[in-house]
């Protein structure tokens, strides 16, 4: 089965690229009721060994203020290892977690204030905002929101998170690292993306308030 990219301005076509789901998480709707009835209190207890971590610098993602369903996702496909961490720390620490550690985890992280950039951002390439229909780009905007607020069911908020990161998770997507987007959109995405217009667009959502 060959990717078929549905997006705002259009259909694109991609010949040539697998296009499986890349995930076991099946967002029915007794899953999204069981996430969206995660135990805040005790997710706020779980979360001690994570804030070493993730405290929104250099390459590891700030959780605070996610998308519930996209971190319960990422954990769900860490445990599976439909994503791989190449450290093996998250695929460990998410082989421990029951379901419903999971979904605790992702309540308690949604309801925290959310890492805001530092202003001036600049999308120097437009991509994020207007995409790039000589190569049938995409914005970024369409499915991550004018303000990378993040959108639809676990599309994961941009703004605020540091530019290591994000860099680094574009740069993974491009080499096909990272390969738990569904149905490969964003490595069809980033593999059109020069590493230049990867820092750029790593250091607009960075600055997004």
């Given at each position: 089965m060959k990717a078929i990219l549905l997006v705002a301005t259009g259909m694109m076509f991609v010949a040539g690229v697998d296009a499986a789901p890349s995930?076991?998480?099946a967002w029915t709707p007794a899953t999204l009721d069981f996430v969206e009835k995660g135990d805040a209190g005790r997710g706020k207890a779980l979360s001690a060994p994570c804030a070493g971590?993730?405290?929104g610098t250099g390459t590891n993602p700030s959780l605070s203020g996610q998308l519930?369903?996209?971190?319960?996702?990422q954990m769900q496909d860490y445990k599976n290892g439909n994503r791989q961490d190449p450290t093996t720390i998250m695929n460990t620490m998410a082989s421990a977690l029951?379901?419903?550690?999971?979904?605790?985890?992702?309540?308690?992280?949604g309801q925290q204030a959310p890492m805001r950039g530092a202003g001036g951002a600049s999308?120097?390439?437009?991509?994020?905002?207007?995409?790039?229909?000589r190569r049938m780009e995409p914005?970024?905007?369409s499915c991550h929101g004018g303000a990378g607020q993040g959108e639809k069911v676990d599309t994961p908020r941009?703004?605020?998170?540091?530019?290591?990161?994000l860099e680094a998770t574009l740069l993974a997507y491009k080499s096909g690292q990272r390969a738990n987007d569904i149905y490969s959109r964003m490595r069809l995405i980033a593999?059109?993306?020069?590493?230049?217009?990867i820092r750029q667009l790593a250091d607009y959502y960075s600055r997004l308030k």
């Open positions: 995930t076991q998480v971590c993730h405290d519930p369903t996209y971190l319960y996702r029951r379901d419903q550690d999971m979904a605790d985890l992702a309540a308690w992280y999308d120097a390439t437009g991509i994020a905002g207007r995409g790039e229909g914005p970024c905007s941009l703004a605020g998170q540091s530019a290591a990161y593999a059109k993306l020069s590493d230049a217009e």
